[in-house]
């Protein structure tokens, strides 16, 4: 029996415009966005973002040293949230639909200070409510120093939370971070970047 959710923050929360992004930091000066981005788990300074391994005024200055210019703060939010995509109504109205029925409902995100800046703000919904009003529990790389799909963001979560992995279902549009999931034992469900899951996932609640 499921009685737990864990979801994914960006392709399943927030649709994810990966090509919006690439071209915000293309307009930074930085050329090879393209190689340098990536929809599920970044590299290089991106990735050492999301990781935590440097702060966002960090990211800043490698990012202006790559630019051979000096970026601001601002422009490396405002580039960050290209991936920002659409914020479907019916998502939120899901997300609490779900917690009303008893479910315990996780966010479990590889993000960055920059983007969850934004979740954060009372300008997330639209409502003046922030993302932390729609779950009971939030699990960010940056914060806890790891990245899905290594299986220990996983195992943290489960310990933190006490959870039982087949009591749990795991709802992520990354094809690597589900299967990693799978073999620790969670339920997956892998909805594609920006799918209306709202009623698909009660087939995997059953």
Same mark, same amino acid.
């Given at each position: 029996?499921?009685?737990?959710?864990?979801?994914?923050?960006?392709?399943?929360?927030?649709?994810?415009?990966? !090509? +919006?992004? #690439?071209?915000?930091?293309?307009? =930074? $000066?930085?050329?090879?966005? *393209? %190689?340098?981005?990536?929809?599920?788990? !970044? +590299?290089? #300074?991106?990735?050492?973002?999301? =990781? $935590?391994?440097?702060?966002? *005024? %960090?990211?800043?200055?490698?990012?202006?040293?790559?630019?051979?210019?000096?970026?601001?703060?601002?422009?490396?939010?405002?580039?960050?949230?290209?991936?920002?995509?659409?914020?479907?109504?019916?998502?939120?109205?899901?997300?609490?639909?779900?917690?009303?029925?008893?479910?315990?409902?996780?966010?479990?995100?590889?993000?960055?200070?920059?983007?969850?800046?934004?979740?954060?703000?009372?300008?997330?919904?639209?409502?003046?409510?922030?993302?932390?009003?729609?779950?009971?529990?939030?699990?960010?790389?940056?914060?806890?120093?790891?990245?899905?799909?290594?299986?220990?963001?996983?195992?943290?979560?489960?310990?933190?939370?006490?959870?039982?992995?087949?009591?749990?279902?795991?709802?992520?549009?990354?094809?690597?971070?589900?299967?990693?999931?799978?073999?620790?034992?969670?339920?997956?469900?892998?909805?594609?970047?920006?799918?209306?899951?709202?009623?698909?996932?009660?087939?995997?609640?059953?």
């Amino acid at each position: 029996m499921i009685k737990n959710i864990v979801f994914d923050f960006g392709g399943v929360v927030i649709t994810l415009n990966q !090509q +919006q992004a #690439i071209e915000r930091f293309k307009q =930074l $000066g930085l050329a090879d966005a *393209e %190689e340098r981005l990536d929809p599920y788990t !970044q +590299q290089g #300074i991106f990735g050492d973002l999301e =990781l $935590g391994k440097i702060s966002g *005024e %960090e990211f800043r200055q490698e990012l202006s040293r790559l630019v051979n210019r000096d970026v601001s703060y601002e422009e490396c939010r405002y580039a960050w949230l290209g991936y920002c995509g659409e914020l479907p109504r019916r998502n939120l109205v899901a997300l609490r639909k779900l917690r009303a029925e008893g479910y315990r409902i996780i966010m479990l995100s590889n993000t960055n200070e920059f983007m969850q800046s934004w979740a954060e703000s009372p300008e997330f919904d639209g409502e003046g409510h922030g993302v932390r009003d729609y779950f009971d529990a939030i699990y960010r790389s940056y914060e806890v120093k790891l990245m899905k799909p290594a299986d220990m963001f996983f195992r943290h979560v489960l310990s933190q939370e006490r959870l039982f992995p087949h009591e749990t279902l795991f709802v992520d549009d990354g094809p690597r971070n589900v299967a990693a999931a799978s073999q620790i034992g969670f339920r997956t469900y892998c909805p594609e970047n920006g799918a209306d899951w709202t009623k698909d996932i009660y087939e995997y609640l059953k």
